[in-house]
């Protein structure tokens, strides 16, 4: 079993910056990947941006150049900085950890971008 709990989402201006956090605990203490995603109401969750084994990393379009993410030395937590930020970033991020046995994601934390 493994939990996953994401942190640092809330309310930023047009232009601004915010850390998200993920944390891990449980069965496993690293993961081949990790990985954001984000929705809005009534859309498909989208893939933001992922890093993997041997420092592997792949954004989405819409946010190279404003996202970085990264890990910690255990690969057992994830962050993603993000800037420029945009009304149409708005949405509830969420994390997913990639183990030998499948995904976990986490709940989600809400970011909102008003303009």
């Known amino acids: 079993q493994v939990q996953v709990v994401e942190s640092g989402g809330g309310l930023v201006q047009a232009g601004g910056s915010l850390r998200l956090s993920c944390a891990t605990s449980?069965?496993?203490?690293?993961?081949?990947?990790m990985a954001w995603y984000r929705q809005t109401p009534g859309k498909q969750r989208e893939f933001v941006a992922l890093?993997?084994?041997?420092?592997?990393?792949i954004y989405a379009d819409s946010v190279k150049g404003r996202f970085t993410i990264s890990t910690n030395s255990a690969k057992n937590a994830c962050y993603l900085q993000m800037s420029s930020l945009k009304p149409e970033d708005t949405a509830v991020y969420y994390c997913?950890?990639?183990?030998?046995?499948?995904?976990?994601w986490g709940q989600g934390t809400q970011v909102t971008v008003s303009s």
């Open positions: 997913k950890a990639t183990s030998p046995f499948g995904d976990s």
């Open positions: 449980g069965r496993f203490s690293s993961f081949i990947a």
């Open positions: 890093i993997g084994d041997g420092s592997r990393i």
